[in-house]
């Protein structure tokens, strides 16, 4: 089973607003992934955990808070967000971190800022 | 410099018919993995098939295979027998070595399959 699930799979919300997207995998892999994807463009990578720690944030604005509350679980954190935020935020896993790893993503979370 | 090049925008075939997807890649590393991902229109990033550097076969899945030459740094995805639900984006990626791990996946731009009747 290479299942990774996201929710909510649409979410729209104000720029004051907060809400959480959420990523859940039970393959036992190790490394997980936030990418931001806007339409017709490849998806961008945002941050990496690796065992449950932040390894790579690629420059990302603080009002995306990533956090890894177990091995299992992924949480993006947003607040005041832009509308330029508008995308798909897409959420994969690996294994490990080699470069024989396979990253599986899941079906996305599509975002509107209003 | 971009890492992976995938030239077509758009490619149309009729149903049952083979296509090849075209991508290049540019790297120093010598050990690498190359990935091809579909996206259809419903979002979700759906894993095709992998070809590491090192190995000596094309890889296969099923209707998927990857004509990998190395020398030429080409990793061109070719499917056979098209289906109505091929009609996807296709994205060619790659692995490679960063500082403390090989955690970013290069992505080409994408290519627009559409598979008709």
């Known amino acids: 089973d290479t299942e990774v699930t996201q929710t909510p799979k649409h979410l729209v919300m104000g720029m004051t607003n907060k809400k959480s997207l959420k990523c859940e995998q039970h393959?036992?892999?190790?490394?997980m992934y936030w990418y931001k994807q806007k339409a017709k463009k490849p998806p961008e990578l945002m941050f990496v955990?690796?065992?449950?720690?932040?390894?790579i944030n690629e420059s990302v604005p603080s009002r995306f808070s990533p956090e890894c509350p177990n091995s299992s679980l992924l949480n993006l954190h947003l607040h005041a967000l832009q509308p330029e935020d508008s995308a798909l935020y897409l959420c994969?896993?690996?294994?490990?971190?080699?470069?024989?790893?396979?990253?599986?993503f899941g079906p996305g979370t599509r975002l509107t800022v209003l | 410099a971009q890492k992976i090049t995938q030239t077509q925008p758009g490619m149309f075939v009729q149903e049952k018919e083979a296509v090849t997807l075209d991508c290049t890649y540019d790297t120093s590393d010598q050990s690498y993995g190359l990935f091809w991902y579909k996206q259809p229109s419903s979002g979700e990033m759906i894993f095709l098939i992998y070809q590491g550097s090192y190995d000596e076969q094309n890889a296969t899945e099923g209707r998927y295979s990857l004509n990998f030459q190395k020398a030429r740094k080409s990793a061109n995805l070719v499917i056979s027998a098209s289906q109505l639900g091929d009609s996807a984006m296709y994205f060619c990626a790659m692995r490679e070595g960063t500082q403390g791990g090989s955690e970013k996946l290069v992505f080409g731009k994408g290519m627009k399959l559409t598979v008709n009747p």
């Open positions: 994969a896993s690996s294994l490990d971190r080699e470069r024989t790893d396979t990253q599986y």
């Open positions: 393959m036992g892999h190790r490394a």
């Open positions: 955990y690796s065992y449950e720690k932040l390894s």
